[in-house]
C-alpha cells in the first residue's frame, strides 16, 4: 500500500464513491463514463487499484472500495469540501467558482492544514453546496434525500444539496433563491412540457425537470400546530 497516493489514484477512489462503490460493486462503464477516459484506461486503473489494495475488482462486474480505499476517498472529500467552505466564507469567493478551486487544492494540503482549515471554520458539517462533510475520524452522515422533480405538485421541500458541478446553473439557482435551506412549494406541472411552478421564498420559479433534478431535498417539516393539536 502506497503511503501517498497521486492525483489520478484519488480521483478514481472518490468517483468510485461517488457513484456508491463503499456499498456496492460499481460496474465499469458507470466508472468510464464519470471519469471521461477511454474503457481500456480505465481498466489499466483498475488493475493497478486493485494490486494496491484500494478496491477489489473483477473486470466483468466491476470495482468496490476496500476499507483502505473507502478511508482514502473519505479524507479527499473531506478536503475538498473544507477547502470550498474556506473559499466561499474566508475568501468570499461565489459558490459557482470553488468547484474547480477545490478539485486542485485537495490534492496539495497537507493534513496539518486540512485540521487547520476545519478548526478554523468551527469542524463544519456541510459544505457550501449543502453536501456532508465527513468528519475528521472518517464518519459520513448519511441522509435519504431526493431530486427536486420527483416531489408532487402540493409538496412542500427543503432544500439541502444543489449538484455543484455546472457553475451557470449554480449561479441561476441563487438568483433564484434555490440553495439549501430554501423552502420551496411544488405548485403545478406541465407534463407536455415538462415544466414545475414552484414558489421559492413569496417569488413564483418555472423551471423544467432537469433544472430541477440537480437540487436535492427532503419534505418540509410541518410548521407546530398544524396537526390541529394547540401547542400551548
Same mark, same amino acid.
Given at each position: 500500500?502506497?503511503?501517498? &497516493?497521486?492525483?489520478?489514484?484519488?480521483?478514481?477512489?472518490?468517483?468510485?464513491?461517488?457513484?456508491?462503490?463503499?456499498? *456496492?460493486? %460499481?460496474?465499469?462503464?458507470?466508472?468510464?463514463?464519470?471519469?471521461?477516459?477511454?474503457?481500456?484506461?480505465?481498466?489499466?486503473?483498475?488493475?493497478?487499484?486493485?494490486?494496491? #489494495?484500494?478496491?477489489?475488482?473483477?473486470?466483468?462486474?466491476?470495482?468496490?472500495?476496500?476499507?483502505?480505499g473507502l478511508a482514502e476517498a473519505l479524507r479527499v472529500i473531506r478536503r475538498?469540501?473544507?477547502?470550498?467552505?474556506?473559499?466561499?466564507?474566508?475568501?468570499?469567493?461565489?459558490?459557482?467558482?470553488?468547484?474547480?478551486?477545490?478539485?486542485?487544492?485537495?490534492?496539495?494540503?497537507?493534513?496539518?492544514?486540512?485540521?487547520?482549515?476545519?478548526?478554523?471554520? +468551527?469542524?463544519?458539517?456541510?459544505?457550501?453546496?449543502?453536501?456532508?462533510? &465527513?468528519?475528521?475520524?472518517?464518519?459520513? *452522515?448519511?441522509?435519504?434525500?431526493?431530486?427536486?422533480?420527483?416531489?408532487?405538485?402540493?409538496?412542500?421541500?427543503?432544500? *439541502?444539496?444543489?449538484?455543484?458541478?455546472? &457553475?451557470?446553473?449554480?449561479?441561476?439557482?441563487?438568483?433564484? #433563491?434555490? %440553495?439549501?435551506?430554501?423552502?420551496?412549494?411544488?405548485?403545478?406541472?406541465?407534463?407536455?412540457?415538462?415544466?414545475?411552478?414552484?414558489?421559492?421564498?413569496?417569488?413564483?420559479? *418555472?423551471? +423544467?425537470?432537469?433544472?430541477?433534478? #440537480?437540487?436535492? +431535498?427532503?419534505?418540509?417539516?410541518?410548521?407546530?400546530?398544524?396537526?390541529?393539536?394547540n401547542a400551548g
Open positions: 500500500m502506497v503511503d501517498q &497516493p497521486s492525483q489520478a489514484v484519488q480521483d478514481y477512489l472518490k468517483a468510485i464513491h461517488r457513484l456508491g462503490g463503499g456499498d *456496492r460493486v %460499481v460496474p465499469p462503464n458507470e466508472i468510464v463514463a464519470a471519469m471521461g477516459v477511454k474503457a481500456p484506461s480505465v481498466t489499466g486503473m483498475l488493475k493497478r487499484l486493485a494490486e494496491a #489494495g484500494w478496491i477489489t475488482y473483477t473486470r466483468k462486474s466491476g470495482a468496490r472500495l476496500t476499507p483502505a475538498h469540501r473544507l477547502v470550498e467552505l474556506f473559499l466561499t466564507r474566508v475568501l468570499g469567493l461565489d459558490w459557482s467558482e470553488v468547484d474547480a478551486e477545490a478539485e486542485a487544492l485537495e490534492h496539495a494540503i497537507s493534513p496539518r492544514l486540512e485540521q487547520a482549515i476545519a478548526d478554523h471554520l +468551527g469542524e463544519p458539517v456541510e459544505d457550501p453546496h449543502g453536501h456532508p462533510i &465527513p468528519s475528521r475520524t472518517g464518519e459520513l *452522515r448519511r441522509r435519504t434525500l431526493r431530486p427536486l422533480n420527483e416531489f408532487r405538485v402540493g409538496q412542500t421541500v427543503t432544500v *439541502r444539496e444543489a449538484q455543484d458541478d455546472n &457553475p451557470a446553473r449554480l449561479r441561476h439557482w441563487h438568483q433564484l #433563491g434555490l %440553495v439549501p435551506g430554501a423552502t420551496v412549494e411544488v405548485l403545478t406541472y406541465e407534463q407536455l412540457d415538462d415544466l414545475f411552478e414552484v414558489r421559492v421564498g413569496g417569488r413564483l420559479v *418555472r423551471l +423544467g425537470s432537469v433544472g430541477l433534478a #440537480g437540487l436535492r +431535498g427532503e419534505l418540509a417539516a410541518p410548521p407546530a400546530g398544524a396537526d390541529g393539536v
